[in-house]
């Protein structure tokens, strides 16, 4: 029970850091003009890193580029068993590649 306990919190910690990370993200796309509206949405992806699990947020658009550097990654670190949550903000260079 108590390992079944151990991973229904981890597996909430997981979930509310990810739902940070796309607040984090809409807010940074809203700051640079990418609405819902317009076709912007978040792609989400999972990978393994060291022997933990990440998820990797970002940007995307059918037809136009994203913006360069605006990611957030979320994660189960494989040593502690703790989340991570990292979000970078855009490249200031390429922002306007809209």
């Given amino acids: 029970m108590a390992d079944t306990d151990s991973t229904n919190t981890l597996a ?3 979930s509310v850091e990810r739902e940070r990370a796309e607040q984090y993200l809409w807010a940074e796309m809203s700051k640079l003009g990418l609405r819902r509206e317009d076709g912007w ?3 989400e992806i999972t990978r393994e890193d060291g022997g933990g699990t990440q998820i990797v947020l ?4 059918r037809h136009l580029p994203a913006p360069q550097g605006l990611e ?3 994660g ?3 040593d502690d068993g703790g989340i991570l949550r990292h979000c970078n903000g855009p490249d200031r260079d390429s ?4």
């Fill in 12 to 14: 909430r910690a997981l």
């Fill in 41 to 43: 949405s978040i792609n």
């Fill in 58 to 61: 970002r940007p995307i658009h």
């Fill in 72 to 74: 957030c990654i979320v």
């Fill in 76 to 78: 189960i670190v494989a």
């Fill in 95 to 98: 922002a306007g590649d809209r």
